[in-house]
């Protein structure tokens, strides 16, 4: 989500003439877009901000701009700790980047960060990839997990209008990008906000009447979603998903805990038995789905018991890929109040089982892979290693490959090509183009 809004808002800058500095050092307009789900994150920006702030007192026309969630949470206490800023901006005001720097023009410090309608991302993005993109289609979030900062630096649920997405993404295929990933914090609950009932009174604003509505745009190859919510997750949905063919065979969904109780406590809505069925539900129409969620280890009071429950769930789905976390107390969250939080050693001790587990298991469910012929989308070329190309099968998984063509008739990013598997890792794939 923030690399979305960072590359519409580096798309604004370009629009406005500016170009990207060789270093950050040198730049004459610092943006940085930052993120505040742990702490470790919130805190990188300061060290971040703090070299710009000396660079300012001998350069007084550089402007420093700080955006994202950091910058919602701290809003005008932004200006006390580093009064060298110039713009503090919200993400819900991303798309609005150009005429709050006409204001900082004026003189002023700018702060932005007020509960705003989004508005309709007019501009081109600059995205970091030629061949892959998200496309934002709900902003926001409504739910209340107890941990999450998420609803109050993001604000309320808004989604985009349907024929918005889709005018996106025809624009997308005409300049020759072939994936697109939907993004939302909760993409089961886009169109919750927009009217459209049908007679037998289901709303038709639906993720699954999303998917069907876009999916024939031409020349987008691939098309993803996350990240989905158990609690909204619905059998209608994986139905769409088999039968839609550009969709890929990828779930991302965060279950979070393995324990009901503590699920409970996060106020998640679903239990692990509910995450089961639709597992289940997935396998039984996608037997070939890789499976991703995120998990957050030494929630307060979570005991050595409700943990191995969390492993034990990994083990028996078998994911694909998990993002592991330690819990952090982040400000404005009901969890964060509570007196029973853990000390940082069992935070340290839990999370590295739970990344050395993950990686057995990704390992373990890479073999099916072995010998297999993949599609692959080719993004360029391996950075490590300039004889492989570099993609991703359906199933999400990165992918090295050797040509077998001669140099000059190597592959292009965009192209899709068939792969024989024949090396897999915990987190990647190698083999060689047919
Ligand atoms: N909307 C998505 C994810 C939002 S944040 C969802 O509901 O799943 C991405 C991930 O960060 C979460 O899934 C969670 O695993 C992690 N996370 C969020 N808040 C956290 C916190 N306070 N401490 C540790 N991890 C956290
Ligand atoms: Fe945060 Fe929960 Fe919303 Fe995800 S669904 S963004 S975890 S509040």
Redesign the pocket.
């Known amino acids: 989500m923030n690399k979305a809004d960072s590359e519409r808002m580096a798309g604004i800058l370009e629009a406005m003439g500016y170009f990207q500095a060789s270093t950050e050092l040198e730049a004459d307009l610092v943006l940085y877009n930052t993120c505040t ?2 702490d470790n994150a919130e805190q990188k920006v300061y060290s971040y901000l703090g070299r710009q702030a000396r660079r300012k007192r001998t350069n007084p026309n550089l402007k420093l701009v700080l955006a994202g969630c950091v910058a919602q949470q701290e809003g005008e206490a932004l200006l006390r700790r580093v009064p060298e800023i110039d713009l503090v901006m919200g993400p819900q005001h991303a798309n609005r980047l150009e005429t709050l720097l006409t204001q900082v023009d004026t003189g002023q410090q700018v702060v932005a960060t007020n509960d705003s309608h989004i508005v309709e991302d007019i501009t081109t993005a600059r995205r970091a990839s030629k061949v892959c993109a998200w496309v934002n289609v709900i902003y926001g ?1 409504n ?1 209340r ?1 107890t ?4 609803p109050s630096v993001r604000g309320k649920e808004q989604s985009r209008e349907p024929t918005s997405i889709k005018l996106e993404m025809e624009g997308l295929a005409i300049e020759g990008f072939k994936e697109v990933t939907l993004l939302g ?2 993409i089961d609950a886009y169109g919750r906000d927009l009217p459209g009932i049908t007679p037998s009174g289901r709303r038709e604003n639906t993720l699954t009447d999303l998917l069907n509505f876009i999916h024939d745009v031409k020349g987008i190859e691939r098309i993803r979603f996350a ?1 989905s ?1 158990p609690r909204y997750f619905t059998e209608r949905l994986i139905e769409s998903c088999s039968n839609l063919p550009k969709v890929c065979e990828h779930f991302h969904i ?1 279950f ?1 805990s393995g324990n009901n109780e503590i699920l409970k406590l996060m106020g998640r809505g679903y239990t692990i038995e509910r995450y089961r069925r639709i597992i289940k539900q997935i396998r039984e129409r996608m037997p070939y789905a890789a499976i991703s969620g ?3 280890v030494a929630f307060p009071g979570e005991s050595e018991e409700q943990f191995n429950e969390t492993l034990a769930i990994i083990e028996e789905i078998g994911f694909d890929q998990i ?1 592991t ?6 400000p404005n ?1 009901p969890a964060a109040t509570w007196p029973n939080q853990l000390p940082e050693e069992i935070k340290v001790a839990r999370l590295k089982k739970l990344n050395q587990l993950v990686e057995n298991v990704a390992l373990k469910v890479n073999s099916k892979y072995k010998g297999n012929t993949e599609e692959i989308l080719v993004e360029g070329i391996n950075p490590k290693d300039k004889n492989q190309f570099m993609g991703r099968t359906r199933t999400n998984r990165l992918t090295f490959f050797e040509s077998t063509l001669a140099k000059e008739d190597s592959y292009k990013p965009g192209e899709l090509v068939q792969v024989n598997i024949t090396n897999i890792r915990a987190f990647s794939l190698s083999g060689k183009a047919i």
């Open positions: 789900i742990r979030c739910e997990c941990y999450c900062v998420v914090q909760n990240t919510h965060p979070q995120d998990v957050i993002n976390a330690a819990y952090s107390p982040r969250t």
